[in-house]
């Protein structure tokens, strides 16, 4: 099930946008392929993140992916019970497996994400 509130990467991150404060993880598609998640390696609080461009890793059993913010903006917060919890992740992707929170720079440039069935579309491919 893809939410459909939610604004998506190519790369497989979600977004979540309440005011100019959009919160980022990764989809329930990319948990999936990933497998069990071991580490999380998210940007720091003050770091500004660019679109589409990598600011931390995600680790499991099988890889090591690159994590991309899908907006440009600083990081106001990161999900701290990651760093003891990774599985979150794996367990509840949409909502207590979130990885960061990003004040936006530019609010159009969530006009470049996908939204639920665009994402479908690059899910199932």
């Known amino acids: 099930m893809i939410p459909a509130d939610l604004k998506y ?3 497989h991150e979600w977004v979540r946008v309440e005011g100019d404060t959009a919160t980022i993880g990764i989809t329930d598609h990319a948990q999936t392929e ?5 580490f999380i390696e998210a940007p720091e609080i003050g770091d500004t993140v660019e679109a589409h461009e990598p ?10 992916e690159d ?3 899908p907006v440009s903006g600083e ?4 999900n701290e019970e990651l760093n003891d919890a990774p599985e979150l992740v794996n367990e509840d992707p949409y909502g207590k ?3 960061f929170k990003v004040k936006l720079a ?3 440039g969530l006009d470049t994400l996908l939204d639920a069935n665009g994402y479908a579309e690059i899910a199932a491919s």
């Open 9 to 11: 990467s190519e790369s």
């Open 34 to 38: 990933l497998g069990d998640i071991v």
């Open 55 to 64: 600011c931390g890793s995600i680790e499991s059993v099988k890889a090591a």
């Open 67 to 69: 994590l991309k913010s």
């Open 75 to 78: 990081v106001l917060e990161i």
């Open 97 to 99: 497996g979130w990885i």
């Open 106 to 108: 530019d609010p159009s």
